[in-house]
């Protein structure tokens, strides 16, 4: 099998080393968050997108859930996921989608509106989906990923 790139006749082999060198990989980490709870990074940068792991109510020092109500633990989950951005070299502005997980779907408009403070005047928002789960790590009621394009 034979495909063009940039005009030119490659063979797949050529063309998958091609675009492995075009696509860096980076690990963002960074110790205002928490480190991951398994094999994962707590962000990824490729190129100029930077993908974030789902992010929980742990405090990045004592490791203790912040999670005296729901709040509580949303403000938590959106400091986390403040540090992160800032490591990976980016801000809420730069978010294009986040996906929210709730184990109650009760709490989507306290949530809803943290979201939205957490935003703040931002000109686009981010495409969201928000779905309720049965559980998530650590007992905790609400876990937040996204991404940003830098």
Known sequence: ????????????????????????????????????????????????????SGQIALDAQGQKMQNKNITTETQQVFSNLSAVLTAGGATVNNIVRVDIFLTDINDFTIINNLYEQWLGNIQIKPARQTVQVNALPKCARIEISCIAHI
Request: aromatic letters at 12%; a positive charge; proline letters at 4%.
């Open 1 to 52: 099998m034979r495909r063009e790139v940039f005009g030119f006749k490659l063979s797949k082999v050529i063309s998958y080393q091609l675009i492995k060198c075009m696509l860096k990989k980076k690990e963002i980490y960074t110790k205002n968050a928490p480190p991951a709870l398994g094999s994962y990074s707590q962000a990824v940068l490729i190129e100029r997108t930077l993908y974030i």
